[in-house]
Structures are given as structure tokens and as C-alpha cells.
């Protein structure tokens, strides 16, 4: 079958892997869309340690094609979403409703492909740059066969990672104040689920002004083209004087970090989602944190998927929740290159590849 291959040096699509059968707890996902997110490219780039080789991939959907022993919430035919969450479902993190930080779900990855007799790494537990993975029952998110799977495949990162940081991890209120640093895909995110959660002012702040029809289209109040002012912070405060209630930075850039700590008010709170480098650092001034500002980190949007994923499903066909419009561009597998050279370039919010 197809799939896309780091080895450690280049990425390729090959044609010869292969998958093992599921397991006790598994389910078989024939995929049909994958999201392509900057946090695939950040294993090639090594911003992200990951064994290699790997199979690429984490935000996908499609149609299980079969369960291992024990899997009953999910059946054959069913259309799933799937998460990087492999939780245990046990432990004392799983039992708060956390599994974003279950310990066992971090830092082993699996190897249920192989090629030529060799076996490949599985990249977050999911790999959906493959015709065919392999997950946990607990990734498999059943969604209704009516949600195009080219949209479905987008819920199970960049929404999970952007809506949840907003209404799990900051808990945004009715009438609050957000500014959103990077309108790429988890920031289009970011903006509309600050305006599901209600915010009124929502200062969406990019380098690119291209992006700033799109911002407004999924909930931006303002834009602020930061490649056209001398002072990005001053521009948000002529928006907001007194600075802003909540603060997204999905850039990783430790500039922007600072700026995001800068630009709270009163009991404010600056929250992390872009990824940096493990080994990079960023500043501030702790006379700034003082009147109850705090700095949040944020994994995967704090979310519960089998709750989460359903209930963004529902927002879809609800109308509140964009899915459709996250969609640039799709490309068959065969044209990653081309896919991931368009998101290099800031051209797509979210590309797509199917199979």
C-alpha cells in the first residue's frame, strides 16, 4: 500500500508498505483524507525528535475496516476521526479526564508497519500519510457518514488542538477580549472558537495579509497585517488599550512569546501553541506576570476526543463550526511534495491528501 516515508535524510512516497492486522483493542482505519500540519514537517525539519523510519501523518479520517477483541464502540463501515491519543484509559490522568497527559501515551511509539521485512515507526500513534494504519480503539472517533471525510480529517488535530485550547484549556467567557498571533491553521482555529465561546473582540495578528479575509471569515474582529506596522503590540492596543483577556501565540516564534505575555491586561493569560524547539528559549519580563497573569502551556487543546470530536461534529452540522473552509487545496498522495511545498509557503490553510 501507499504511504509516505521519513527515513531520516528524505521523504517519499512508496507503494510497498505494509500493515499488520489489528490486535486485541485495535481498529484497522482505511484512510481517505489527511491533514497536512506543520508538526509533520517538523519531524523532517528535527524539530521534532522521532525515530526513524516513520511513517508521516496524524490528522486524518476514514472507514474502519475492521476491530481486534474487544472493540465495540466502533464497527466495520463506521466513518471515524481519528487523535494521536493513545491513553490508557487507566491511569490517574485518564480517570481526571486527561488523557492528553497520560504517561503511557507519550514517547512509545509503535511499529506496526513494515517494508520489505522491515519494521517502521508509527508517527503520534496515528501515521494517516498511509492507505491503512492501525490505532487504539480510544483514537477511533465514530462521526456521521454525512461530514465530507476531506473535512472529518481536519477535527482530529488542527480543531482538537486550536477550538480546544480555547474553550478546555483558557475557557474563554461570553465578552472577553482575544488576540490570536498566527492566522495559519491552528489559528483559524483559535479565532473561531473564540467566537463559538463568545468573545467580542478578536484581533487576529499575521505577517502574511493575505490571510486576512480568511481570519475575519472564521471569527476575527480585527486584523492586524504585522508586515505593514512599525509596532505590532501598539497596533493591538489601539484595539484593545488595556490589553487583551486572552492571548493564542501559534507561531513558536520566542519573540512573539514575549509579545504575547506584553499584550495582557488585568488577570490575563498568555497561552503556548506553537511548537518551538526543544532546546529553545524564550523571555520575559516577571514584573509583567504581576496582577494575576499567567502563562498557560497547551497540549493538543486539553481535549477529551471521544467527547471533543463529537461534539465539533455536531457544531459542523450545526453550521457554527467551519470545517469545509479550513480546506484549501487536496492533493492525491502522490503530490506530497507539492503539498508540502505550498504549506512552506503559506499558501493553504490546510491541505489535504486522499487516497
Known amino acids: 500500500m501507499r504511504g509516505v516515508v521519513f527515513d531520516g535524510k528524505q521523504t517519499q512516497v512508496v507503494d510497498d508498505l505494509e500493515i499488520r492486522d489489528p490486535g486485541p483493542g485495535e481498529v484497522l482505519v482505511a ?3 489527511a491533514g497536512l500540519c506543520h508538526s509533520d ?13 516513520v511513517v508521516l501523518g496524524h490528522e486524518g479520517a476514514g472507514v474502519v475496516e475492521a476491530v481486534g477483541a474487544g472493540v465495540t464502540h466502533v464497527a466495520a463501515g463506521d466513518h471515524v476521526s481519528l487523535s494521536t491519543l ?9 480517570d481526571r479526564g486527561r488523557p492528553t497527559m497520560c504517561r503511557k501515551a507519550i514517547g512509545m511509539p509503535k511499529q506496526p508497519f513494515s ?11 496515528n501515521s494517516s500519510f498511509a492507505e491503512r494504519t492501525v490505532v487504539k480503539a480510544v483514537q477511533a472517533v465514530k462521526i456521521p457518514k454525512e461530514i465530507p471525510l476531506t473535512s472529518a480529517a481536519l477535527i482530529g488535530c488542527g480543531v482538537l488542538t486550536g477550538v480546544g485550547a480555547v474553550l478546555n484549556r ?21 479565532l473561531q472558537g473564540a467566537r463559538i465561546a463568545g468573545a467580542t473582540a ?4 499575521d505577517a502574511n495579509p493575505a490571510k486576512a479575509d480568511v481570519a475575519r471569515q472564521f471569527g476575527a474582529t480585527h486584523f492586524i497585517d504585522a508586515s505593514a506596522v512599525d509596532d505590532t503590540s501598539e497596533a493591538v492596543r489601539e484595539v484593545l488599550p488595556t490589553g487583551a483577556d486572552h492571548v493564542f501565540e501559534c507561531v513558536g516564534n520566542p519573540k512573539l512569546i514575549r509579545q504575547a505575555v506584553e499584550l495582557l491586561d488585568r488577570h490575563g493569560q ?11 528559549e524564550a523571555s520575559f519580563l516577571p514584573a509583567a506576570m504581576f496582577l494575576d497573569k499567567s502563562i498557560l502551556g497547551c497540549r493538543y487543546g486539553s481535549s477529551r476526543p471521544q467527547r471533543d470530536i463529537p461534539l465539533y461534529a455536531s457544531l459542523y452540522q450545526q453550521g457554527r463550526l467551519l470545517l469545509d473552509e479550513l480546506v484549501t487545496a487536496t492533493y492525491p ?10 504549506l512552506h509557503g503559506g499558501r493553504v490553510a490546510r491541505g489535504v491528501l486522499t487516497f
Open 202 to 205: 478578536i484581533v487576529a495578528v
Open 31 to 33: 484512510i481517505a483524507a
Open 270 to 280: 498568555a497561552v503556548l501553541l506553537g511548537m518551538t524547539g526543544a532546546q529553545v
Open 170 to 190: 483558557a475557557r474563554v467567557d461570553r465578552g472577553d477580549s482575544v488576540v490570536v498571533i498566527g492566522a495559519g491553521g491552528i489559528g483559524l482555529n483559535v
Open 333 to 342: 498522495i502522490e503530490d506530497f511534495a507539492k503539498a508540502a511545498d505550498d
Open 41 to 53: 514537517m517538523s519531524v523532517v525539519d528535527g524539530t521534532i525528535p522521532f525515530p526513524v523510519p
Open 115 to 125: 517494508r520489505g521485512g522491515n519494521p517502521l515507526f508509527q508517527f503520534a500513534s
Open 86 to 94: 493513545a491513553n490508557c484509559g487507566a491511569c490517574p490522568d485518564c
